[in-house]
């Protein structure tokens, strides 16, 4: 990142070279789409993203995090069948994104350390977040049947639960954490599942499918990227579930 007091806004496109940049090591492994073709599409996610963005109204910090949900969300909607998609690192991009495609007046006062700090901060958490929701829902019909109140508290009720339990601290430096993460994740989706079924997350998941779920889940690879790579992934049919 440039240094600086204060966050400026380039006036060449940041974001064509950021792309590539992020391309280099995984290009080889894509066998569907061209390089050109890939490269665009990336770049046109990261354009777009900033479309429908109330930069009047909402804190720039705020804005950043919008911003970073709206591109991973299209990044793996688009991509999500790609193994590579998980190795890339688009935090540059991201950083790119923002100062190509923001009014410079939303982030011309920022401080460069306050600035990269949410960028960075944006960019882990909605990578995670988003990486995960496409998992969910495609597992979520082995269990539900599509459509329905009942699927769509269920997906929140998960969603809510590993939220809840990625905002736990240090959790990727103790050995213990996989088990500490899992079982807060289990706890508070179930919470939240309870207070959206009057006291009985039972009738819309029974307790059986769920771990059957959470196993599915975990299967898939739905730890955090960082804390996979830290401690590994659970044994498949892992009886801590």
Same mark, same amino acid.
């Given at each position: 990142?440039?240094?600086?007091?204060?966050?400026?806004?380039?006036?060449?496109? /940041? $974001?064509?070279?950021?792309?590539?940049?992020? $391309?280099?090591?995984?290009?080889?492994?894509?066998?569907?789409?061209?390089?050109?073709?890939?490269?665009?599409?990336? !770049?046109?996610? &990261? !354009?777009?993203?900033? !479309?429908?963005?109330? &930069?009047?109204?909402?804190?720039?910090?705020?804005?950043?995090?919008?911003?970073?949900?709206?591109? &991973?969300?299209?990044? +793996?909607?688009?991509?999500?069948?790609?193994? *590579?998609?998980?190795?890339?690192?688009?935090?540059?991009?991201?950083?790119?994104?923002?100062?190509?495609?923001?009014?410079?007046?939303?982030?011309?006062?920022?401080?460069?350390?306050?600035?990269?700090?949410?960028?960075?901060?944006?960019?882990?958490?909605?990578?995670?977040?988003?990486?995960?929701?496409?998992?969910?829902?495609?597992?979520?019909?082995?269990?539900?049947?599509?459509?329905?109140?009942?699927?769509?508290?269920?997906?929140?009720? &998960?969603? +809510?639960?590993?939220?809840?339990?990625?905002?736990?601290?240090? *959790?990727?430096?103790?050995?213990?954490?996989?088990?500490? +993460?899992?079982?807060? *994740?289990?706890?508070?989706?179930?919470?939240?599942?309870? !207070?959206?079924?009057?006291?009985?997350?039972?009738?819309?998941?029974?307790?059986?499918?769920?771990?059957?779920?959470?196993?599915?889940?975990?299967?898939?690879?739905?730890?955090?990227?960082? /804390?996979?790579?830290?401690?590994?992934?659970?044994?498949?049919?892992?009886? +801590?579930?």
């Amino acid at each position: 990142w440039p240094g600086g007091a204060a966050v400026g806004s380039g006036t060449e496109d /940041l $974001l064509w070279g950021a792309v590539a940049e992020a $391309l280099d090591p995984v290009r080889h492994v894509e066998d569907t789409w061209e390089q050109s073709k890939l490269e665009r599409r990336i !770049r046109d996610y &990261f !354009r777009k993203a900033a !479309r429908g963005l109330e &930069f009047q109204a909402r804190p720039w910090h705020v804005l950043v995090n919008e911003y970073a949900d709206c591109v &991973f969300a299209s990044l +793996f909607q688009a991509l999500g069948d790609r193994p *590579w998609l998980s190795q890339a690192d688009f935090l540059l991009v991201l950083d790119a994104g923002v100062r190509d495609t923001f009014p410079p007046q939303a982030i011309a006062a920022v401080p460069q350390l306050d600035f990269e700090r949410a960028v960075l901060a944006a960019h882990d958490r909605a990578f995670e977040e988003q990486r995960f929701l496409p998992m969910l829902w495609e597992l979520l019909q082995n269990y539900i049947p599509k459509g329905g109140k009942t699927a769509k508290k269920v997906y929140d009720a &998960f969603e +809510f639960g590993r939220k809840a339990a990625s905002r736990m601290s240090a *959790w990727e430096q103790d050995p213990n954490e996989v088990k500490a +993460f899992v079982s807060k *994740w289990a706890d508070s989706a179930i919470s939240h599942l309870s !207070r959206n079924t009057m006291g009985d997350p039972s009738c819309a998941l029974a307790e059986e499918p769920a771990a059957e779920l959470l196993h599915a889940l975990l299967g898939a690879g739905a730890l955090p990227v960082p /804390l996979a790579a830290e401690h590994g992934h659970p044994p498949s049919g892992w009886p +801590f579930v």
